[in-house]
């Protein structure tokens, strides 16, 4: 069994650009969160989703970034107009239906020139 | 609020020497779940423990062991016998039931086991 997939590892992208992150949950999780970690920060919560719907949004920033998690393919973290701020880890983690355990995903290393 | 405070931002020990790192929580939830993560330079997130509010029993796994206690709301975790593959920043983290389970993270113990 597969874990959490992310892709790409590493993207660059220069201010104004859009950055897309992908997150294949394990097979057979239908509960995707999207956490984010600035430079020698920990882990902050962004965004709750289950398939088709976005359960809890509170961690997300409201311009630029969305995120959606559809009934095919995998859940995509979308920042658009990217800015310097911007440059972190961006980890997806996954979790089945009822279960209180994440498995983490190895994270993708946005760096905006 | 639910909140994790990880006191020790950096800590360095040489090599074989014991080392705890501290971890103190706040919630208002009776159901909730504490984690440890290690995050090597690799960079990954690796899971190390979880424990529910209701399950108090200390917990060994090798060199690691877990000692929580809700009296006073902490979860500490000691490395017995460090190496220096320990090297990595450490994360306390905590989930409540009532909160969809999204977890709050401290902010990190880098430890440095010295050769």
């Known amino acids: 069994n597969a874990g959490v997939m992310q892709n790409p590892r590493h993207l660059v992208r220069r201010r104004g650009q859009e950055a897309r992150l992908r997150c294949s949950p394990m097979?057979?999780?239908?509960?995707v969160y999207w956490y984010r970690q600035l430079p020698e920060e920990g882990l902050k919560f962004m965004v709750y989703?289950?398939?088709?719907?976005?359960?809890?949004e509170s961690g997300m920033p409201k311009e630029r970034f969305s995120a959606e998690f559809p009934k095919e393919g995998p859940s995509i973290l979308r920042i658009q107009q990217v800015v310097r701020g911007d440059s972190a880890a961006y980890f997806c983690?996954?979790?089945?239906?009822?279960?209180?355990?994440?498995?983490f995903g190895p994270g993708t290393r946005l760096t905006v020139l | 609020a639910q909140k994790v405070t990880q006191a020790q931002t950096e800590i360095s020990v040489v090599e074989k020497e014991d080392v705890t790192l501290d971890c103190v929580y706040e919630?208002?939830?009776?159901?909730?779940?504490l984690f440890w993560y290690k995050q090597p330079p690799s960079g990954e997130l690796v899971f190390l423990i979880r424990?529910?509010?209701?399950?108090?029993q200390n917990e060994i796994s090798g060199r690691y062991s877990w000692n929580f206690q809700k009296s006073t709301s902490s979860f500490n975790f000691t490395i017995t016998a460090s190496q220096v593959v320990d090297s990595a920043v450490y994360f306390c983290?905590?989930?409540?039931?009532?909160?969809?389970?999204?977890?709050?993270f401290g902010k990190g113990t880098r430890l440095h086991i010295l050769p």
């Open positions: 097979k057979g999780h239908s509960h």
């Open positions: 424990r529910n509010s209701f399950d108090e």
């Open positions: 983690a996954s979790s089945p239906n009822g279960s209180h355990t994440q498995y």
């Open positions: 919630t208002r939830d009776t159901t909730y779940y």
């Open positions: 989703l289950q398939k088709e719907n976005i359960i809890d």
């Open positions: 983290a905590l989930s409540e039931a009532s909160r969809d389970d999204k977890i709050i």
